[in-house]
């Protein structure tokens, strides 16, 4: 084999080991940031591994604040990383900033000889950086969103293989930290979504509280002039008293328990608005409950919206149904919004009934289920309403109605894997089942 030959060969490789060390690295950093979610710990582990990659001795990623359009010290890698984080410069200012407008790698051999070094960064945390490859970061649409850079190869100079390789690991980065903005921002949306939600429902919960304490209001006020009539009488009628104390006595004490219950109920969904922010949308919470209590405490507090409206409310337990493995507080929500959509969708002399029953014969979802059926004499939903119902599209028949309700409730039939079917006609009324798995998958 001639010289020439031999020195191609020996070329070909070393070519062939960079490549090979380029996939073992890409693999590395591919496998330490499929697995992480919180945008800090994935920056962190990025920077590491690229640095390791090419022997460096510190590094940086430096992300565009678009709020500040500011270039931040995201994280770091180093002697004076604690000082440097948080360290904001201008997105035109340094070698970092050029790199950032132009979208280019850089390689500064000797960054003291480059116009463009910003040393009073260095000369502030006490460190003397002597060479660089600053690597843009773009999202996937081509944006710049920052850049990455590696300081102080520990044995000479960055070689063209290390530029190569920290180009593609520039990819990656840039590539995993915009996944973790989406989930992030996947988050938030799930978070204001879940808040809607609790708001809704918070806003419900209210109504039979207000209405208790305004029907609480009217009576005593009744109470008290019928006292003032007996007082002015001045003929010691004990009865008079007796008579005009009775009534207000025989109903507070129910009044003042949906008042109590009602603002638990609010203070529950309300503390879940707090969770929810600090991370912890709660999953559900499955256990046996009855039915039928819960039904209960579901009419009790809406029996004042029914009355105030002039509609009758009841409750018909079925025979032998069984307890249900359910969310308790899901599902409450969930016949909650029902029987109130119900009540509204009524006119005065118009009637609401919430009926349990059971199928345990068959396989689901013709059989083995337990059913909660709200059943109105209302107006009846119409075509166009009633094929959105339950969806992201569900829309309000209500003025001012934004169809929140019956969203909350599909999205707790889905939780339990149960099925929700709608029979109406305009003008009559309509009959909501929500049947749900005695078995639950899995169990």
Not at 176 to 204: P, Y
Not at 415 to 437: F, R
Request: hydrophobic share 40%; with cysteine.
């Amino acid at each position: 084999m001639s010289t020439g030959s031999a020195e191609q060969l020996e070329e070909y490789r070393r070519r062939l080991d960079q490549r090979d060390e380029q996939i073992r690295a890409i693999h590395r950093i591919t496998s330490a940031l499929g697995g992480i979610v919180r945008q800090q710990d994935l920056i962190r582990e990025a920077l590491a591994v690229s640095m390791e990659v090419v022997s460096a001795g510190a590094g940086s990623i430096i992300l565009h604040d678009p709020d500040k359009d500011k270039l931040v010290f995201t994280h770091v890698v180093g002697p004076t990383a604690e000082q440097l984080v948080g360290m904001e410069m201008e997105p035109d200012q340094g070698i970092a900033g050029a790199v950032f407008q132009s979208g280019e790698i850089r390689v500064s051999e000797d960054v003291s000889t480059e116009a463009e070094h910003n040393a009073e960064i260095g000369e502030k945390v006490h460190y003397r950086t002597r060479n660089m490859v600053t690597v843009p970061l773009k999202s996937v649409e081509g944006e710049p969103i920052g850049v990455m850079q590696v300081l102080n190869k520990s044995d000479g100079l960055f070689t063209e293989a290390d530029v190569d390789m920290l180009g593609i690991l520039g990819a990656q980065v840039a590539s995993a930290i915009e996944t973790s903005r989406l989930h992030e921002q996947a988050r938030l949306a799930e978070v204001i979504q879940f808040i809607g939600h609790i708001s809704h429902d918070v806003k419900n919960m209210v109504t039979p509280v207000q209405t208790g304490a305004e029907t609480l209001q009217f009576m005593l006020e009744d109470m008290f002039a019928q006292l003032e009539d007996v007082c002015s009488n001045g003929d010691g009628d004990a009865q008079g008293v007796r008579d005009a104390i009775q009534e207000v006595r025989d109903f507070y004490p129910e009044m003042i328990g949906i008042i109590v219950d009602g603002s638990n109920n609010v203070q529950e969904r309300t503390k879940e608005i707090s969770d929810c922010i600090k991370g912890m949308v709660s999953k559900p919470s499955f256990a046996p409950v009855d039915l039928d209590e819960l039904i209960e405490r579901v009419i009790k507090p809406l029996t004042l919206v029914a009355e105030d409206a002039g509609v009758t409310l009841s409750h018909e337990a079925g025979e032998a149904v069984p307890e249900a493995v359910v969310d308790e507080k899901q599902l409450y929500n969930a016949i909650y919004n029902l029987a109130n959509n119900a009540i509204q969708a009524c006119d005065e002399g118009a009637s609401v009934t919430v009926r349990t029953r059971a199928v345990r014969e068959g396989a689901w979802p013709d059989g083995d289920f337990v059913a909660v059926e709200v059943a109105d004499t209302g107006s009846g939903i119409p075509d166009h309403v009633r094929e959105k119902l339950f969806t992201d599209d569900a829309i309000s028949t209500k003025p001012g109605g934004t169809g929140l309700g019956t969203r909350i409730i599909g999205d707790v039939v889905r939780a339990h894997d149960g099925v929700i079917e709608v029979d109406s006609e305009v003008g009559v009324g309509t009959t909501m089942t929500v049947k749900l798995p005695l078995t639950r998958r899995g169990d």
